[in-house]
């Protein structure tokens, strides 16, 4: 059976992109798969945040992973602090990544490009080294991911085979990133040539903004030149991300989506989508509502952890055994 794992990190408010190229899909493996979808709490310390904030993204996290119908029951839903085998197997992996790749990386370059050296944490330039230990550690072989984090899992598919070129063929399992057909990468609704993020809030679409505010949003989201719904991506950015955005959350494909707008002036256009956007968020919310009130996302995450600990102590034990650290329980 595939082992799926995943992880969101609670840096904020979750947007629309997040959850169109990620949490929504996470549940579509539960049925066929063994799942394990983690909260990503120590990557949300890779940049400064408030505690009492963290804390907060991290109950709504678990409750939004509750809410988008991950089953307790069939996926194992658990903090990435819960499980110190992450920390210790970090500890052993960043030997085995290096200084220069690691300052390549897309993502490490665009959150450091405005902070000063010495501002620079060590947690935000090793990102990846924590990230391939998540990873590795379940033995996963499927990655849902947003097209941003592809880079990520390519970086732990170096370090799976140097280490198991150097240590022996089954040290490590060799992972694969899943990415969606339509909406691996949605855009700000302000300006259609960035990437929708839930740190940088401009025209984004937050998963707890009220009803008025996501239709408002998505009327005055930036359109294009001339009046045909049409997916372009080049010449009509805007509308391409609308069409995506629709897309994805009805489960159509892009030319059904255009198919359907056929004849649409841009206003007419808009107001569906934000119907589409409306009508899926809103009992969304009541789910999320519910489940922050009964906190029933706390047994969740403790049995979760619990669960998933089994699997990443194995994991640790072959690798410091691999290395050649000594068990001391064992020798
Ligand atoms: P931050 O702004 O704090 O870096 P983020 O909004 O980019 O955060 P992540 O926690 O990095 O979100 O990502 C969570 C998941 O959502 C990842 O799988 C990522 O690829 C996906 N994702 C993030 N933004 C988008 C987007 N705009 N479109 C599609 N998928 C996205
Ligand atoms: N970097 C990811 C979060 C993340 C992750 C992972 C995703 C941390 N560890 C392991 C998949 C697998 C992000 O969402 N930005």
Redesign the pocket.
Known sequence: MARI?????PTGNLTLG?YIG?LKHFKDFQDSGEVYI?I?DL?ALTLPIDPEFLRNNIRDLAAFYLASGLDPKKATIFT?SSVPEHAELNAILQNYLYMGELSRMT?FKEKSKNMKDSAIGLGLFA?PV??AA??VLYD?DI????E??IQ??EITRDVVNRINKRYGKDTLVLPNYKINKVGARIMSLSDPTVKMSKSDPKGDIFLRDDMKTVRKKIMSAVTDLGSEVKYDKENKPGISNLLTIYASIKEVSIEEAEAHFVGYRYGDFKREVADAVVAELELFQQRYQQIIDSKEYLPVLREGAARAKLIASKTLKRVQNAVGLLDIDND
């Open positions: 794992l995943s992880g969101i990190k997040n990620a983690f990503a990557h990435q993502q990102y924590l990230m998540d990873i996963a990655v849902p991911v947003g941003d984090q990520h899992v």
